[in-house]
């Protein structure tokens, strides 16, 4: 791994949305791992690398992925395989790359059928659990609104963390007073900001 790294070609991130034919080799890898959507065990992991050619790279996906339309059912975690293009580590105008075997983390609704949920874990559209890294996803995509949506969600958990930690300090102090200022400040920050994201994607839908 030490002369690749992922890099998904752009409106091309897996091998089955390839504009170019696909060899038939890299057609195998691709069917692999879509038989093995979710990977609950060690020996469902192992099962599925046997299968693999022991050169193939392999990355990890650094954000767990989830649906926010889903955020209020109860969800489980669990591990997928995916192919994503590798190309060189040295800056060329080849975007051909090789394919690349990459384990994501993906939320799973609890009490739906395997069929539904293997469905959820292959899912390509999912954006980071995480704010920030949502609204960088957000952007590159073109969504300003839910980046706009995703950057309130961060300011509202920061202002809470802050009122957390005046709530743990001595009462009456200069500090614990200009820190619930502040929370107070970036919690209405956040509010703004809310509203303008369901304005702009309010006018983005009309």
């Known amino acids: 791994m030490s002369d690749t790294h992922r890099q998904p070609i752009p409106n091309n991130p897996t091998l089955g949305s ?10 195998r890898l691709a069917a692999t791992v879509a038989a093995h959507p979710m990977l609950d ?55 051909s790359g090789e394919p690349g075997l990459e384990l994501g983390t993906v939320c799973i609704p609890c009490d739906s059928t395997p069929d539904v949920q293997a469905a959820v874990a292959v899912r390509r559209d999912l954006l980071p659990a995480d704010p920030y890294a949502s609204a960088e996803e957000c952007l590159e995509q073109g969504d300003v609104p839910g980046a706009l949506g995703d ?20 009462r009456g102090s200069l500090d614990t007073e200009s820190l619930r200022v502040e929370a ?16 702009d994607r309010e006018e983005d839908r009309g």
Request: proline residues 7%; aromatic residues 2%.
């Open 18 to 27: 390839c504009k170019t034919p696909v060899p038939d080799e890299e057609q």
């Open 151 to 170: 950057l309130a969600t961060l300011l509202q958990d920061i202002a809470a963390l802050l009122s957390d930690v005046t709530d743990g300090s001595e």
């Open 41 to 95: 065990s060690v020996g469902a992991l192992a099962r599925l690398l046997a299968q693999l050619p022991p050169e193939l790279p392999l990355w990890l996906d650094e954000h767990v992925r989830w649906d926010p339309n889903e955020r209020l059912k109860r969800q489980l975690l669990t591990v997928t395989p995916r192919i994503v293009w590798v190309a060189s580590a040295v800056e060329t105008e080849d975007v």
């Open 184 to 199: 107070a400040r970036i919690g209405q920050a956040a509010a703004r900001i809310a509203r303008l994201a369901r304005t």
